[in-house]
Every structure is written in structure tokens, then in C-alpha cells.
């Protein structure tokens, strides 16, 4: 199934100069000819940034870098005056999607894309159906810690996915979730954050103030039939935080569980009634 994946990688890692996204990046304002895939991962990128007020935004990528996130050599806090002028350049209203045409478009020339928020999901995704494909429709495929599980295991039973407790030192299990046909994708900021001046800066940016966030929420976890939108969702609600994350989740009906951090490796449990419900409906097994 190597070859779903490479095919993810050909067409959307920004690592690659000659990746599809690379040659749109690179591109003008006109129209840009893509792939299936690509235009099936920029729209849901898009709806669910035009969902969340842009909280979700795969145009992000120049305010990343500049807190340090991107290439090396950035040590300094950018200033209000650089982080406007990012923001101009910012911004999923600069994208636009043709699905009848099979284009993509720019309305800026210094706009730019980044899918990791979401590709990795969608990667999950096409070798899934892969597998689905070969006559092997029990099994569970990770990508990049976002998961897609079909059928049953070994045992005859649904899988089971633990959460990671976001602790400071080692690894442990929080939460076990048993998984039927479905995706899970967490996102936090307890893995990857820089300090400066013994100030903790998460790598989550929020798109809408170009700042990283400052809330206390460790992570969030998504589940949902296409591990492409549980993993564009997951980071929407990261950035959101744990209130107007939790709001937001329970009025769109999205089974998403919080922890959120109380004091140093302490963390207070939220669940969404779509979660809960999910997840207390679950059978064991087939």
C-alpha cells in the first residue's frame, strides 16, 4: 500500500519542489489544473474553514514560520507590523475552489498552501481504501498518529485506540476508544512548542490573530467516518480552545473529547454528548 502514500507525497508535501502543491505555490493568479485528490483535500480544508470563522486555515504557513515553526534561523518574536503584513497575505478567502472546472485559484500570487493539517488524514484514508480494495477489509492503518480502522482485529473485536495522556515525561494512555469503522485524530501542543525567554509558544497558530494560542487546552480528539475531516477538525478545535471549541463541537454534533490542562500533568476531561454517546454505543465486538 506504499504506493497510496507516495502518491499523498507526490502530490502534496511541501518538502518536494516538484510536488503538485509546490508547482500551485510557485504559480501565479490563474487557474491551476489539479488532481482529483488535491481539490478533494482543499475543499474540505475550505469547508471547514468557512464552519469555523477560520480557525482552520491551510494558508497559514508564513505565520508558522515566522514563530519559528518552519525553516531554521527565525529567533525573534515577530512585531504587530510584521504579523500585518502576513496576515494580508493570509487567508482562505484568497483560495478558491472549482470543482466543474478542476481548478484551483489564488486571488494573491504570494499565497501559499500547506496541507499537513489534513493530508495525513487523507493519506490514512486512501490506503484504507487500498487495503479495502485488495480483499482486506479488516484493518487499521496510521498515518502521522491519526488513525482509520475498519472491520475488526485479530480477536474478533472492534479496534482499540488509545489517546495519549499529554504528560511532561514518558508516555501513558488517557483514554481507549474502541474504534468500529471509523477515525480518530488528536491534536495538541504538547509535543512540539519552542521557548524564548522561558515563555512556552505552542506550534498551533491561530489564523485569525496570526498569534500562537494561549489557552490552556492539551489536546483534542476527533471522530469520524473520514479521517481527512476528523484531522482538519481536530486542529480547528485546537486552535478554538476549550471553550469555544467545546461550544462549537457540541452545536455541530461532533463526537470530540478535550483534555484540558488544570495545573503541571493535571487535566480536566470534556466530552462532547456526541462523543459520549459514540462511545457508549460502540459493541465490543462483531
Given at each position: 500500500?506504499?504506493?497510496?502514500?507516495?502518491?499523498?507525497?507526490?502530490h502534496m508535501?511541501?518538502?518536494?519542489?516538484?510536488?503538485?502543491?509546490?508547482?500551485?505555490?510557485r504559480g501565479?493568479?490563474?487557474?491551476?489544473?489539479?488532481?482529483?485528490?488535491?481539490?478533494?483535500?482543499?475543499?474540505?480544508?475550505?469547508?471547514?474553514?468557512?464552519?469555523?470563522?477560520?480557525?482552520?486555515?491551510?494558508?497559514?504557513?508564513?505565520?508558522?514560520?515566522?514563530?519559528?515553526?518552519?525553516?531554521?534561523?527565525?529567533?525573534?518574536?515577530?512585531?504587530?507590523?510584521?504579523?500585518?503584513?502576513?496576515?494580508?497575505?493570509?487567508?482562505?478567502?484568497?483560495?478558491?475552489?472549482?470543482?466543474?472546472?478542476?481548478?484551483?485559484?489564488?486571488?494573491?500570487?504570494?499565497?501559499?498552501?500547506?496541507?499537513?493539517?489534513?493530508?495525513?488524514?487523507?493519506?490514512?484514508?486512501?490506503?484504507?481504501?487500498?487495503?479495502?480494495?485488495?480483499?482486506l477489509p479488516?484493518?487499521?492503518?496510521?498515518?502521522?498518529?491519526?488513525?482509520?480502522?475498519?472491520?475488526?482485529?485479530?480477536?474478533?473485536?472492534?479496534?482499540?485506540?488509545?489517546?495519549?495522556?499529554?504528560?511532561?515525561?514518558?508516555?501513558?494512555?488517557?483514554?481507549?476508544?474502541?474504534?468500529?469503522?471509523?477515525?480518530?485524530?488528536?491534536?495538541?501542543?504538547?509535543?512540539?512548542?519552542?521557548?524564548?525567554?522561558?515563555?512556552?509558544?505552542?506550534?498551533?497558530?491561530?489564523?485569525?490573530?496570526?498569534?500562537?494560542?494561549?489557552?490552556?487546552?492539551?489536546?483534542?480528539?476527533?471522530?469520524?467516518?473520514?479521517?481527512?475531516?476528523?484531522?482538519?477538525?481536530?486542529?480547528?478545535?485546537?486552535?478554538?480552545?476549550?471553550?469555544?471549541?467545546?461550544?462549537?463541537?457540541?452545536?455541530?454534533?461532533?463526537?470530540?473529547?478535550?483534555?484540558?490542562?488544570?495545573?503541571?500533568?493535571?487535566?480536566?476531561?470534556?466530552?462532547?454528548?456526541?462523543?459520549?454517546?459514540?462511545?457508549?454505543?460502540?459493541?465490543?465486538?462483531?
Amino acid at each position: 500500500m506504499r504506493e497510496a502514500l507516495d502518491g499523498v507525497d507526490e502530490h502534496m508535501s511541501t518538502y518536494r519542489p516538484d510536488s503538485e502543491i509546490e508547482q500551485f505555490n510557485r504559480g501565479e493568479t490563474e487557474p491551476f489544473p489539479a488532481t482529483q485528490g488535491l481539490l478533494e483535500v482543499v475543499g474540505e480544508a475550505q469547508r471547514i474553514a468557512l464552519l469555523t470563522g477560520g480557525a482552520f486555515d491551510i494558508t497559514v504557513g508564513p505565520l508558522v514560520d515566522i514563530w519559528g515553526f518552519g525553516p531554521p534561523g527565525v529567533t525573534e518574536v515577530p512585531d504587530d507590523e510584521t504579523l500585518q503584513k502576513l496576515l494580508a497575505v493570509t487567508g482562505f478567502e484568497n483560495l478558491e475552489v472549482d470543482v466543474e472546472r478542476g481548478t484551483l485559484r489564488k486571488a494573491r500570487a504570494d499565497c501559499r498552501i500547506d496541507l499537513s493539517a489534513i493530508a495525513k488524514g487523507f493519506g490514512a484514508d486512501q490506503v484504507s481504501s487500498a487495503l479495502a480494495r485488495e480483499g482486506l477489509p479488516h484493518h487499521m492503518v496510521e498515518v502521522g498518529g491519526e488513525v482509520r480502522a475498519r472491520g475488526f482485529n485479530g480477536s474478533e473485536q472492534v479496534w482499540r485506540i488509545g489517546i495519549e495522556r499529554p504528560t511532561s515525561a514518558g508516555r501513558s494512555v488517557q483514554f481507549v476508544v474502541p474504534l468500529a469503522d471509523l477515525s480518530l485524530a488528536t491534536s495538541g501542543d504538547y509535543r512540539n512548542f519552542v521557548e524564548r525567554d522561558g515563555v512556552r509558544i505552542s506550534h498551533t497558530i491561530d489564523p485569525r490573530s496570526g498569534r500562537p494560542i494561549s489557552h490552556n487546552l492539551a489536546s483534542v480528539s476527533v471522530i469520524h467516518a473520514s479521517c481527512m475531516t476528523a484531522d482538519g477538525l481536530a486542529t480547528a478545535l485546537s486552535v478554538l480552545g476549550p471553550d469555544e471549541g467545546f461550544e462549537f463541537a457540541e452545536r455541530q454534533e461532533i463526537p470530540a473529547y478535550f483534555l484540558v490542562r488544570v495545573a503541571v500533568d493535571e487535566f480536566e476531561e470534556r466530552q462532547t454528548s456526541a462523543w459520549t454517546s459514540l462511545i457508549e454505543n460502540t459493541p465490543v465486538s462483531y
